[in-house]
């Protein structure tokens, strides 16, 4: 419930809609498709770069709680991952 709530004031969720807002309005209000088009396009690149920054972030936070966040880890994941 609590993920819920963080989400819908997150930036990246609130910059995604304001996005899908200039879309429209591009798109009706001006009558220029192509640009409206265009800015339609950003609210799945928008949340998709914030989807990979809190992968990443979880990651890195796994990482540190089982201590494999040293040098020694990294290198021995670089190379399991190669041999797979």
């Known amino acids: 419930m609590q993920a819920a709530g963080d989400t819908g004031t997150d930036p990246a969720v ?6 899908v807002v ?12 192509q640009q ?26 796994v990482e540190r709680a089982t201590g494999s966040d040293t040098l020694v880890g990294r290198v021995e994941r670089m190379v399991q991952s190669r041999t797979e």
């Open 36 to 61: 409206g088009l265009f800015v339609g396009l950003w609210p799945p690149t928008i949340l998709a770069f914030a989807s990979y920054f809190e992968q990443t972030k979880m990651s890195d936070m």
């Open 22 to 33: 200039l879309s429209w309005f591009f798109f009706y209000a001006r009558g220029d498709k």
């Open 14 to 19: 609130i910059l995604a809609a304001g996005s």
